[in-house]
Structure formats: C-alpha cells, structure tokens
C-alpha cells in the first residue's frame, strides 16, 4: 500500500494498480475479447478474462494442487 500511495504521488495523472504477472500477461495481450493466461512453474493456474470478469483456476499451492514441478521437491 505505501508503494502504491508513493507511485501515485509521483504520477498523480496515473492510474497505480498492482496485480499477478498473470493479470499482466492479460492486459497485455492487446484484446478486448476473451483471454486466457497459463502459468506454469513449481506450480500452476489458468487465469481467464471473459466478458470483462477475471477469472482463476489453480494457482493454490501444493497442498490443495498437484504441485507442478514442486512435486519433485517433496
């Protein structure tokens, strides 16, 4: 929160927002349509923009997930 408040100090015309690499990924995709991310690591989540909503699937860690590449870990 102090990061947000110091960023739109220092750019008072901005809009400051911060969000998941997966939010970004997104957004940038240049499309107003319907769009979906895929994030795979030590872990794994699909986030999907459709019709203007975002919406999450995964990305809950290895205890409620199958643990992606983290699994090797264990």
């Known amino acids: 929160m102090m990061r947000r408040n110091l960023l739109q100090e220092k750019f008072p015309n ?26 795979c690591g030590t872990g794994n989540a699909i986030f999907v923009r459709k019709n203007g909503e975002i919406l999450r699937f995964g990305g809950w860690g290895y205890h409620f997930e199958n643990g992606g590449s983290a699994q090797l870990t264990r």
């Open 14 to 39: 901005s809009i400051v927002d911060n969000g998941t690499d997966a939010i970004n990924l997104i957004n940038y995709s240049q499309s107003d349509g319907n769009v979906a991310a895929l994030i």
